[in-house]
């Protein structure tokens, strides 16, 4: 079973908030991730990181930023939130490496977040 | 053409049919693949993964990997009720990333 750890489940916040979704993994993975998905709608990557002060923006332009300064934390600010922010948001990990299991991702829990 | 593409849901099988799920992909994805099943409102968990043409089996799931015709397909034998989700097909790429298809989402009815 996977170890990693998303808080909050749930988030309710006003326009205009700023925001900290935060994402842990105790597996030691190099690399994390972060999805954005609505419902009934397709995963898309918003950022992703290869390991500690390396951080990607992904396949989905989003406004939120990411850092990674410990290797197990990879936290997502939204500094304004938006209507158009609400969305469940993903954090995975997966080990570093070549094309073989090492690239199986393992799934926090998911925030979901509404913006009002 | 998407990086990964998975058949039109949604699919509908009785209970203890069997259940064919289908994914193509393109040349920009690599040779490992994945299948993850996803239940509503939940995150997505892993099924099976393949990296080797032909098939794999795990208990009553078997996947099948063609690269010659850049498909994967996954079945579900004797399916249950418990089977209903959605499973999403993703291929890897050179540095570690997924793509993922857009989901199929599967009813078994009793």
């Known amino acids: 079973e996977a170890d990693i750890y998303q808080t909050p489940r749930y988030l309710v916040i006003g326009t205009g908030k700023k925001i900290t979704l935060e994402c842990s993994q105790t597996?030691?993975?190099?690399?994390m991730y972060w999805y954005q998905q609505d419902p009934g709608m397709e995963l898309h990557l918003i950022h992703y990181?290869?390991?500690?002060?390396?951080?990607e923006k992904g396949d989905l332009s989003s406004e939120s930023t990411v850092s990674r300064i410990r290797t197990e934390h990879f936290p997502l600010t939204l500094e304004s939130a938006r209507p158009s922010h609400t969305s469940q948001y993903l954090c995975?990990?997966?080990?570093?490496?070549?094309?073989?299991?090492?690239?199986?991702?393992?799934f926090g829990a998911g925030t979901r977040l509404s913006v009002l | 053409q998407k990086e990964v593409e998975q058949n039109s849901g949604p699919l509908s099988v009785p209970e203890g049919a069997i259940a064919s799920l289908n994914c193509t992909y393109s040349?920009?994805?690599?040779?490992?693949f994945f299948w993850y099943r996803q239940y509503s409102g939940k995150s997505p968990e892993l099924i099976m993964s393949?990296?080797?043409?032909g098939d794999k089996e795990d208990g009553r799931f078997t996947a099948q990997l063609n690269k010659a015709s850049q498909y994967v397909s996954l079945l579900i034998r004797d399916s249950q009720p418990s089977d209903s989700a959605t499973y999403l097909c993703?291929?890897?790429?050179?540095?570690?990333?997924?793509?993922f298809g857009q989901g199929t989402i599967l009813t078994v009815h009793p």
């Open positions: 995975a990990s997966s080990e570093s490496g070549g094309l073989s299991a090492k690239n199986i991702q393992y």
């Open positions: 597996m030691g993975h190099d690399k």
């Open positions: 993703a291929g890897g790429t050179s540095y570690g990333k997924l793509t």
């Open positions: 990181s290869y390991g500690v002060n390396s951080t």
């Open positions: 393949i990296y080797s043409n």
């Open positions: 040349d920009r994805v690599s040779q490992s």
